[in-house]
Protein backbone atom coordinates (compact mmCIF):
# COMPACT_ATOMS: atom_id res chain seq x y z
CA UNK A 1 0.00 0.00 0.00
CA UNK A 2 0.93 3.25 -0.81
CA UNK A 3 1.46 6.79 1.52
CA UNK A 4 -1.72 8.07 -0.15
CA UNK A 5 -3.86 4.91 -0.08
CA UNK A 6 -4.81 6.13 4.08
CA UNK A 7 -6.22 9.32 2.59
CA UNK A 8 -8.37 7.86 -0.02
CA UNK A 9 -9.93 6.10 2.82
CA UNK A 10 -10.30 8.98 4.92
CA UNK A 11 -12.00 10.59 2.18
CA UNK A 12 -14.37 7.73 1.86
CA UNK A 13 -15.05 7.65 5.27
CA UNK A 14 -15.77 10.96 5.26
CA UNK A 15 -18.53 10.44 2.72
CA UNK A 16 -19.50 7.99 4.35
CA UNK A 17 -20.28 10.16 7.82
CA UNK A 18 -21.97 12.71 5.39
CA UNK A 19 -24.90 10.53 4.17
CA UNK A 20 -24.95 8.92 8.08
CA UNK A 21 -23.86 11.53 10.24
CA UNK A 22 -27.31 11.73 12.77
CA UNK A 23 -27.15 7.60 13.50
CA UNK A 24 -23.38 7.60 13.72
CA UNK A 25 -22.84 10.84 16.14
CA UNK A 26 -25.53 9.98 18.40
CA UNK A 27 -25.13 6.32 18.80
CA UNK A 28 -21.39 6.00 18.55
CA UNK A 29 -19.16 9.18 18.74
CA UNK A 30 -21.28 10.51 21.31
CA UNK A 31 -21.24 7.63 23.30
CA UNK A 32 -17.73 6.85 22.52
CA UNK A 33 -16.73 10.94 23.82
CA UNK A 34 -18.65 10.65 27.16
CA UNK A 35 -16.50 7.41 28.08
CA UNK A 36 -12.97 9.27 26.93
CA UNK A 37 -14.00 12.19 29.41
CA UNK A 38 -12.47 10.85 32.30
CA UNK A 39 -9.13 9.73 30.37
CA UNK A 40 -9.20 13.77 29.28
CA UNK A 41 -9.21 14.32 33.02
CA UNK A 42 -6.48 12.68 33.35
CA UNK A 43 -4.36 14.32 30.84
CA UNK A 44 -5.25 17.68 31.76
CA UNK A 45 -4.29 16.87 35.35
CA UNK A 46 -1.31 15.64 34.24
CA UNK A 47 -0.07 18.18 31.94
CA UNK A 48 -1.10 21.11 34.88
CA UNK A 49 1.07 19.10 37.68
CA UNK A 50 3.88 19.53 34.79
CA UNK A 51 3.70 23.05 35.17
CA UNK A 52 5.33 22.90 38.43
CA UNK A 53 8.98 24.14 38.16
CA UNK A 54 10.35 21.75 41.12
CA UNK A 55 8.54 18.73 38.84
CA UNK A 56 9.93 19.76 36.00
CA UNK A 57 13.52 19.94 37.88
CA UNK A 58 13.04 16.51 39.24
CA UNK A 59 12.71 15.19 35.93
CA UNK A 60 15.70 16.54 34.89
CA UNK A 61 17.32 15.03 37.83
CA UNK A 62 16.06 11.33 36.62
CA UNK A 63 13.82 11.27 39.50
CA UNK A 64 9.68 10.55 39.23
CA UNK A 65 7.09 12.11 42.32
CA UNK A 66 5.75 8.79 43.48
CA UNK A 67 2.14 9.90 42.52
CA UNK A 68 3.18 9.84 38.87
CA UNK A 69 5.75 6.94 39.15
CA UNK A 70 3.04 4.60 41.14
CA UNK A 71 -0.36 6.95 40.56
CA UNK A 72 -0.55 7.35 36.86
CA UNK A 73 0.03 3.45 36.24
CA UNK A 74 -3.08 3.17 38.86
CA UNK A 75 -5.45 5.81 37.49
CA UNK A 76 -4.85 4.68 34.10
CA UNK A 77 -5.26 1.01 34.79
CA UNK A 78 -8.90 2.19 36.11
CA UNK A 79 -9.40 4.67 33.46
CA UNK A 80 -9.16 2.29 30.72
CA UNK A 81 -12.05 0.26 31.96
CA UNK A 82 -14.24 2.40 30.49
CA UNK A 83 -11.78 3.97 27.61
CA UNK A 84 -10.56 0.86 26.46
CA UNK A 85 -14.24 -1.29 26.00
CA UNK A 86 -15.67 1.93 24.18
CA UNK A 87 -13.12 2.61 21.99
CA UNK A 88 -13.75 -1.05 21.02
CA UNK A 89 -17.25 -0.38 20.91
CA UNK A 90 -17.10 2.45 18.86
CA UNK A 91 -14.88 -0.29 16.33
CA UNK A 92 -17.58 -3.06 16.50
CA UNK A 93 -20.09 -0.32 15.25
CA UNK A 94 -18.24 0.92 12.33
CA UNK A 95 -17.84 -2.82 11.19
CA UNK A 96 -20.86 -3.26 11.63
CA UNK A 97 -22.12 0.28 9.31
CA UNK A 98 -19.56 -1.46 6.61
CA UNK A 99 -21.34 -4.63 6.30
CA UNK A 100 -24.84 -2.57 6.25
CA UNK A 101 -25.83 -2.62 10.15
CA UNK A 102 -27.95 -0.44 11.42
CA UNK A 103 -25.58 1.52 14.00
CA UNK A 104 -27.42 1.45 17.02
CA UNK A 105 -26.88 2.45 20.76
CA UNK A 106 -27.81 -1.20 21.48
CA UNK A 107 -24.84 -2.15 19.02
CA UNK A 108 -22.42 -0.01 20.66
CA UNK A 109 -23.04 -1.49 24.21
CA UNK A 110 -22.93 -5.07 22.91
CA UNK A 111 -19.36 -4.55 21.32
CA UNK A 112 -18.30 -2.89 24.75
CA UNK A 113 -19.70 -6.10 27.03
CA UNK A 114 -18.25 -8.17 24.19
CA UNK A 115 -14.70 -6.65 24.23
CA UNK A 116 -14.79 -5.31 27.96
CA UNK A 117 -11.71 -7.68 28.87
CA UNK A 118 -9.78 -7.85 25.92
CA UNK A 119 -10.03 -3.92 25.04
CA UNK A 120 -8.70 -3.37 28.65
CA UNK A 121 -5.76 -4.90 28.45
CA UNK A 122 -4.86 -3.83 25.18
CA UNK A 123 -4.97 0.09 26.28
CA UNK A 124 -3.19 -1.02 29.76
CA UNK A 125 -0.68 -2.54 27.82
CA UNK A 126 -0.14 -0.63 25.42
CA UNK A 127 -0.03 2.48 28.00
CA UNK A 128 2.44 0.80 30.14
CA UNK A 129 4.78 -0.18 27.14
CA UNK A 130 4.74 4.14 26.62
CA UNK A 131 5.30 4.90 30.14
CA UNK A 132 8.19 2.50 30.08
CA UNK A 133 9.59 3.70 27.17
CA UNK A 134 9.23 7.82 28.61
CA UNK A 135 10.91 6.65 31.94
CA UNK A 136 13.93 5.28 30.10
CA UNK A 137 14.28 8.42 28.72
CA UNK A 138 13.99 10.08 31.86
CA UNK A 139 16.36 7.77 33.40
CA UNK A 140 19.42 7.85 30.84
CA UNK A 141 19.04 11.87 30.11
CA UNK A 142 19.87 12.52 34.03
CA UNK A 143 22.84 10.67 33.28
CA UNK A 144 25.94 12.63 33.67
CA UNK A 145 27.71 10.20 31.35
CA UNK A 146 27.78 11.75 27.89
CA UNK A 147 27.87 7.77 26.13
CA UNK A 148 24.58 7.16 28.39
CA UNK A 149 22.70 9.69 27.79
CA UNK A 150 23.34 8.59 24.09
CA UNK A 151 20.85 5.84 25.13
CA UNK A 152 18.08 8.57 25.78
CA UNK A 153 17.76 9.47 22.30
CA UNK A 154 17.75 5.93 21.37
CA UNK A 155 15.11 5.17 23.62
CA UNK A 156 12.71 8.00 21.27
CA UNK A 157 13.00 5.81 18.26
CA UNK A 158 10.86 2.79 20.15
CA UNK A 159 8.69 5.74 21.45
CA UNK A 160 8.26 6.45 17.61
CA UNK A 161 7.78 3.22 16.59
CA UNK A 162 4.47 2.89 19.33
CA UNK A 163 3.03 5.45 17.48
CA UNK A 164 3.22 3.79 14.44
CA UNK A 165 1.29 0.63 15.30
CA UNK A 166 -1.35 2.94 16.66
CA UNK A 167 -3.44 2.77 14.40
CA UNK A 168 -3.72 -0.97 13.42
CA UNK A 169 -4.43 -2.56 17.35
CA UNK A 170 -7.66 -1.99 17.37
CA UNK A 171 -8.86 -3.19 14.07
CA UNK A 172 -6.38 -6.30 14.68
CA UNK A 173 -8.08 -6.73 17.77
CA UNK A 174 -11.45 -6.61 16.30
CA UNK A 175 -10.30 -8.59 13.24
CA UNK A 176 -8.36 -11.09 14.48
CA UNK A 177 -9.22 -13.20 17.31
CA UNK A 178 -5.86 -13.76 18.99
CA UNK A 179 -4.49 -12.78 22.21
CA UNK A 180 -2.34 -9.32 23.32
CA UNK A 181 1.01 -10.95 22.12
CA UNK A 182 -0.59 -11.38 18.24
CA UNK A 183 -2.30 -7.99 18.12
CA UNK A 184 1.19 -6.44 19.20
CA UNK A 185 3.30 -9.20 16.86
CA UNK A 186 0.89 -8.27 13.69
CA UNK A 187 0.61 -4.58 14.07
CA UNK A 188 4.56 -4.34 13.96
CA UNK A 189 4.49 -6.41 11.18
CA UNK A 190 1.85 -4.49 8.92
CA UNK A 191 3.51 -1.36 10.27
CA UNK A 192 7.38 -2.46 9.00
CA UNK A 193 6.19 -4.15 6.23
CA UNK A 194 4.05 -1.26 4.28
CA UNK A 195 6.07 1.67 5.86
CA UNK A 196 4.05 4.48 3.33
CA UNK A 197 0.49 2.99 4.61
CA UNK A 198 2.00 3.25 7.99
CA UNK A 199 3.15 7.08 8.13
CA UNK A 200 -0.06 8.20 6.17
CA UNK A 201 -1.92 6.51 8.93
CA UNK A 202 0.48 8.09 11.39
CA UNK A 203 -0.68 11.52 10.27
CA UNK A 204 -3.87 10.70 10.17
CA UNK A 205 -3.56 9.58 14.00
CA UNK A 206 -1.73 12.74 14.70
CA UNK A 207 -4.16 14.71 13.57
CA UNK A 208 -6.66 13.34 15.15
CA UNK A 209 -5.08 13.32 17.77
CA UNK A 210 -4.48 17.28 17.75
CA UNK A 211 -8.27 18.39 17.29
CA UNK A 212 -9.80 15.54 19.74
CA UNK A 213 -7.45 16.37 22.69
CA UNK A 214 -8.91 19.43 23.61
CA UNK A 215 -12.13 17.96 23.05
CA UNK A 216 -13.45 20.44 20.42
CA UNK A 217 -16.77 19.35 20.07
CA UNK A 218 -17.00 19.56 16.01
CA UNK A 219 -13.80 17.25 16.19
CA UNK A 220 -15.96 15.01 18.74
CA UNK A 221 -18.58 14.84 16.42
CA UNK A 222 -16.97 13.66 13.23
CA UNK A 223 -13.39 12.21 14.50
CA UNK A 224 -13.78 9.38 15.77
CA UNK A 225 -15.83 7.41 13.52
CA UNK A 226 -14.46 8.69 10.54
CA UNK A 227 -10.73 7.43 11.89
CA UNK A 228 -12.23 4.10 13.32
CA UNK A 229 -13.49 3.35 9.23
CA UNK A 230 -10.21 4.88 8.07
CA UNK A 231 -8.28 2.45 10.43
CA UNK A 232 -10.48 -0.62 9.31
CA UNK A 233 -10.11 0.08 6.02
CA UNK A 234 -6.91 0.25 5.55
CA UNK A 235 -6.23 -2.75 8.07
CA UNK A 236 -8.66 -5.12 6.07
CA UNK A 237 -6.70 -3.97 2.88
CA UNK A 238 -3.58 -5.18 4.20
CA UNK A 239 -4.82 -8.20 5.92
CA UNK A 240 -6.13 -9.64 2.90
CA UNK A 241 -2.34 -9.20 1.65
CA UNK A 242 -0.60 -10.54 4.39
CA UNK A 243 -3.61 -13.60 5.37
CA UNK A 244 -3.96 -12.44 9.22
CA UNK A 245 -7.44 -12.41 9.67
CA UNK A 246 -9.61 -15.22 10.88
CA UNK A 247 -12.21 -16.17 8.92
CA UNK A 248 -14.29 -16.43 11.87
CA UNK A 249 -14.24 -12.51 12.23
CA UNK A 250 -16.21 -11.15 14.74
CA UNK A 251 -19.92 -9.62 13.87
CA UNK A 252 -22.02 -6.87 15.93
Avoid: C
Avoid at 184 to 205: H, K
Amino acid sequence: MTFFEPFVYLWRSLGRFYYEAFSIVARANWPWTLAMVPWAFVILALSLRLFDDGLRDELLRGRVAPDILIGLPVVTAVVMLLTGPATAALYNSMIAREELESVTLGLFARGFKRYFFRAWRLTVVDLFILYSLLLAFIFYRAQEDSPVQVLAIVAIWPTFFWLMIQPYLFPLLLRTETGLYHVFRNASVLALGNLGNTLGLLIITLLSMSVVIPLNVIALTVGPAVYAMTGLRAVDRLLEKFELADEGSPGS
